[in-house]
Nanobody, 123 residues
Framework: EVQLQASGGGWVQVGESLRLSCTTS????????IAWFRQAPGKDPEGVSC????????SYADSVKGRFTISRDNAKNTVYLQMNSLKPEDTAVYYC????????????????WGQGTQVTVSS
C-alpha cells in the first residue's frame, strides 16, 4: 500500500522558518518524483515544489523561489521542504504527492497523495 505522510507544520510568525517532512512507503521511492502542494481556504491547490528521483531536477513556484528548498533522502524515503522567511500568504495546508516521470508541479499529474499538514504564518 502506497503511503505518504506530511508532517512538520505549525504556527509561526512572519519571517520564521519551518521544515516539512514527507515520509513514504509502499513504492520504490528512488523512481518517483515527489512534490509539495498547498491549499489555502477558498483557493485552488497550488504547486509549491517538486524534486526528481535522482535529485537532479527541482522546480519551484515563483511565489516561493529563494525562500523554500526541497530535498530528499532516498535512504530514508523522505522528502523535506525547508521554508524560510515565511509570509502570511504561505498559510495553507501542505500536501506531498508522488508520481513517475518528469518533475512538474501540476497537481493533476500526481497519482499518490498524503494527508496534509497545516502551516499558519501570523503577522
Amino acid at each position: 500500500e502506497v503511503q505518504l505522510q506530511a508532517s512538520g507544520g505549525g504556527w509561526v510568525q512572519v519571517g520564521e522558518s519551518l521544515r516539512l517532512s514527507c515520509t513514504t512507503s509502499g513504492f520504490f521511492f528512488d523512481d518517483y518524483v515527489i512534490a509539495w502542494f498547498r491549499q489555502a481556504p477558498g483557493k485552488d491547490p497550488e504547486g509549491v515544489s517538486c524534486i526528481s528521483g535522482d535529485e537532479g531536477t527541482t522546480s519551484y513556484a515563483d511565489s516561493v523561489k529563494g525562500r523554500f528548498t526541497i530535498s530528499r533522502d532516498n535512504a530514508k524515503n523522505t522528502v523535506y521542504l525547508q521554508m524560510n522567511s515565511l509570509k502570511p500568504e504561505d498559510t495553507a495546508v501542505y500536501y506531498c504527492a508522488a508520481k513517475g516521470g518528469i518533475c512538474r508541479i501540476s497537481p493533476d499529474e500526481y497519482d499518490y497523495w498524503g494527508q496534509g499538514t497545516q502551516v499558519t504564518v501570523s503577522s
